[in-house]
Antibody, heavy 118, light 109 residues
Framework: QVQLVQSGAEVKKPGASVKVSCKASGYTFTIYGISWVRQAPGQGLEWMGWISAYNGKTNYAQKLQGRVTMTTDTSTSTAYMELRSLRSDDTAVYYC???????????WGQGTLVTVSS | EIVMTQSPATLSVSPGERATLSCRASQSVSSNLAWYQQKPGQAPRLLIYGASTRATGIPARFSGSGSGTEFTLTISSLQSEDFAVYYCQQYNNWPLTWTFGQGTKVEIK
C-alpha cells in the first residue's frame, strides 16, 4: 500500500533552517510528483511547491521563492523540503503529498509540526 | 494568481440532510478542480478531482459539479463521519501550481 512517512517534529529559532523528509513506499517513486503543503495553527491549507520525482524539476509558490528548496533522493524514494530564514509565521504542520497528474494529491504524509520560537 | 473563494465559511447541517458547498475561482480553471476533506488532527483526503470524478473509495453521497469559475460539492445525506472541513483546490498546468480555497467547515446543527 502507498505510504508517505515524514520525519518528526522540529523546534527552530527564528533565522534558522529546517529540512523535513518524506519517505515513500508502495509505488514507483519516479512516476509521480511530490507537493508540499503547510497548515498554520487553526488555518487553511497552503501549497508550497512541487517537485518531479522523475527529473527533479521544481515549481515553488511565489511567496516562498528564495527561501524553499525541494529535492528528492530516488535511491531511497525520499523527498525533502528545506525552508530557510525561518520566522514565527512559518510555524505550521508541513505535509508532503503524492501528486498524480490530472488527479491531484491522492496520498498524504502524516504531517510534521515545525515550531519557530525564540 | 488565481484566487479560490469558498462559501459559506461554516455550514450547520443536521445528520441525514443535504449539504451544498460552493467554490469560486477568480478566473476560469476549466475542470482543474479538486475537493478535499480534512478532519481534526488528520491529513486531508482527496474526495473529487476533475471537478466531478470521485476518488478511489469515496462514497457516492459525495458529488462534484461545475466548470470554469463556479463549482459545487454536494453531500447528499450527511453522515456523522462527514462533519469536517472541506477545501477546494485548483491546479494550473503551466506553470504547474495549485491553489486552495480557505475552507468550509461543516458542523452538526
Amino acid at each position: 500500500q502507498v505510504q508517505l512517512v515524514q520525519s518528526g517534529a522540529e523546534v527552530k529559532k527564528p533565522g534558522a533552517s529546517v529540512k523535513v523528509s518524506c519517505k515513500a513506499s508502495g509505488y514507483t517513486f519516479t512516476i509521480y510528483g511530490i507537493s508540499w503543503v503547510r497548515q498554520a495553527p487553526g488555518q487553511g491549507l497552503e501549497w508550497m511547491g512541487w517537485i518531479s520525482a522523475y527529473n527533479g524539476k521544481t515549481n515553488y509558490a511565489q511567496k516562498l521563492q528564495g527561501r524553499v528548496t525541494m529535492t528528492t533522493d530516488t535511491s531511497t524514494s525520499t523527498a525533502y523540503m528545506e525552508l530557510r530564514s525561518l520566522r514565527s509565521d512559518d510555524t505550521a504542520v508541513y505535509y508532503c503529498a503524492r501528486e498524480k497528474s490530472e488527479v491531484g494529491f491522492d496520498y498524504w504524509g502524516q504531517g510534521t509540526l515545525v515550531t519557530v520560537s525564540s | 494568481e488565481i484566487v479560490m473563494t469558498q462559501s459559506p465559511a461554516t455550514l450547520s447541517v443536521s445528520p441525514g440532510e443535504r449539504a451544498t458547498l460552493s467554490c469560486r475561482a477568480s478566473q476560469s480553471v476549466s475542470s482543474n478542480l479538486a475537493w478535499y476533506q480534512q478532519k481534526p488532527g488528520q491529513a486531508p483526503r482527496l474526495l473529487i478531482y476533475g471537478a466531478s470524478t470521485r476518488a478511489t473509495g469515496i462514497p457516492a453521497r459525495f458529488s462534484g459539479s461545475g466548470s470554469g469559475t463556479e463549482f459545487t460539492l454536494t453531500i447528499s445525506s450527511l453522515q456523522s463521519e462527514d462533519f469536517a472541513v472541506y477545501y477546494c483546490q485548483q491546479y494550473n498546468n503551466w506553470p504547474l501550481t495549485w491553489t486552495f480555497g480557505q475552507g468550509t467547515k461543516v458542523e452538526i446543527k
